[in-house]
């Protein structure tokens, strides 16, 4: 069975940081690209950033480059999402998500809400 385990979020003001992390299972993990997704209230899903299989290959949101950075430890199954500089738009439900995109495999999600 594909799982995907989310740890991390809570509320932050804005300016602050926050730690997503994502331990995979049920898969062989290091044969993936993974994304992680967002969903604020009332609002289509939005794709925010990618990684290649291997690591190597890293894109975002444009909304959040230079802010956010995406990492993976294939050894552990990880997959994390350092989120630096929020602000308020940033306020969502984090999905990590198998495979580069929206994905249709996605963890349980995790409240991020950035407010003063």
């Known amino acids: 069975e594909v799982q995907l385990v989310q740890s991390g979020g809570g509320l932050v003001q804005p300016g602050g940081s926050l730690t997503l992390s994502c331990v995979a299972s049920g898969f062989t993990f290091n044969q993936y690209a993974m994304s992680w997704v967002r969903q604020a209230p009332g609002k289509d899903a939005e794709w925010v950033a990618g990684?290649?299989?291997?690591?190597?290959?890293?894109d975002y949101t444009s909304s959040v480059k230079g802010r956010f950075t995406i990492s993976r430890d294939n050894a552990e199954n990880t997959l994390t999402l350092q989120m630096d500089s929020l602000k308020p738009e940033d306020t969502a439900v984090y999905y990590c998500a198998r495979g580069w995109g929206i994905g249709k495999t996605w963890g349980q999600g995790t409240q991020v809400t950035v407010s003063s």
């Open positions: 990684i290649s299989s291997s690591g190597r290959g890293r």
